[in-house]
């Protein structure tokens, strides 16, 4: 029942663009008048468009343009095969870029032709394990937390309008609506945004609105800046939630650890071809701005880009307050390195510390304990202690090669010390190892098949917190519409 949401406003959507677009192609005709004997053509039915953009992509028979226009450095990277041809920088497009996503349910719709802009994916996949021991035993391993499944991963519906960043003489605007649908919502969730359904009920599968939000685009500020509201990605990491932003089908630990989303104001200006400087004000780490675990949170980052756009440095303070436990309130700092070794071969290093102050010692031994909030664990403090700081450390690396534009390889190879236990509800260090392939189908369908080695090191973790390493087989289907 929770997919009526999604399903209707997007139905809703589609019948408004088809019939904009309509009207659009009537008012544009040239006002010729058709002899008398001419027989009308018929236009082809929705579902039959709709067949053939399928058709079309799957055999590479859409015709090639020229490159639009850019402002700045040429997208290091080719996308397909990789999840987008610019380095991941959070809370904006990219200024200066074009937006030149077609999408077949667009095709048939109006042949891409609005700037509005209908669009998802289908996305499921399963997972082999030598955990065995029932629901959530493959954690923290993500998003693949059960073992031996089939999974309804995320089903997503996308609305959205992109700013045109390219030109520098009009103020324009955008705004994207996503909602999801499927197991990942584990991970997503927002407290205060549907978040009943995990927190109250812990449902396998649910339904979240995972980004809602505004961007105005002012081009007489510096080289460019863009002010996004509402709810949006956590701006720092090379990963994100949705499945087509990830050069695998699994997460990193790193990633499946650290803030999810934020809702609140976040300002990027381009200062030159080379810096890009971020700041936001937010209610905190996945809260809704209306719950009473809203803590007013700063955001910081900068972008330094050189070697014509090859090598890039992402530094962010991503959450900045008091840092006194509460839900998700961790305190973030991630340093991102993008290279682009040649023309086949790029690498991503992420590292990040966090930690909370004032954290509910779990570990007993303490006279009239601290309850840890529900969602929030506490931490394994010192003997005697009821609450203590607890910090974690991580650091990730992704090589990635191409082989052509519809094939890739990934090597994922981590490291993580959740030295509290804070974070994973186990006080040790972490490793991951993981080799990934991703193949195309055109441009709307990804197979993701991987094989995944983790260790922890100080304790059993894995399988229910009974086997200290753990070996996966998996892989995705990801179906774009």
Sequence with gaps: MRKLPLLSVGIWFI????????????????????????????????????????QEDWNSTQPAGPDPARRGFAAPLDSPPFPSGDYSVGGTPVIGAPDTQTYTLMQAINQNRSRVKVYGWLNGGFDVSTSNKGDGANSPAAYYLNPNRVIPDQEVLYIERLPDTVQADHIDYGFRFAQLWGQDYRYTTSKGVFSQQLLARNREYGYDPVMFYFDLYIPHVAKGMNIRIGRYISLPDIEAQLAPNNYTYSHSLLYTIDPYTQTGIVATIKLSDHWLLQGGF??????????????????????????????????????????????????????TWYHKINATWHTDTETWYMYERDVPNIAGNVAN????????????????????????????????????????????????????????????????HLIGYGRWIGSTVLFRPEIRLEHSYDLPAYDLGTKKTQFIAAGDLTYHF
Excluded at 18 to 40: M, N, V
Excluded at 384 to 396: I, N, S, Y
């Design 15 to 54: 019948f408004l663009l088809a019939t904009s677009g309509k009207a659009q192609d009537q008012s544009a005709a040239p006002s010729i008048e058709a002899p008398a004997t001419s027989t009308p053509v018929a236009k082809p039915s929705f579902f039959i468009r709709f067949a053939n953009a399928y």
């Design 282 to 335: 937010s209610g905190g780490n996945d809260v809704a701005p209306w719950t009473k675990d809203v803590k007013p949170t700063a955001t910081v980052c900068a972008d330094y880009t050189w070697h014509k756009g090859g090598d890039a440095l992402y530094t962010c303070a991503n959450s900045v307050n008091d840092g006194k436990y509460a839900y998700n309130n961790v305190q973030a700092y991630y340093e």
């Design 369 to 432: 304990p601290i309850t840890p909030e529900t969602g929030a664990n506490g931490a394994f403090c010192s003997y005697g202690e009821k609450t203590c700081f607890a910090p974690e450390v991580a650091v990730v690396n992704y090589l990635e090669k191409e082989f052509n534009h519809k094939s890739y390889l990934s090597i994922r190879n981590e490291f993580v010390d959740d030295i509290k236990g804070q974070r994973t509800g186990y006080a040790t260090k972490y490793s991951e």
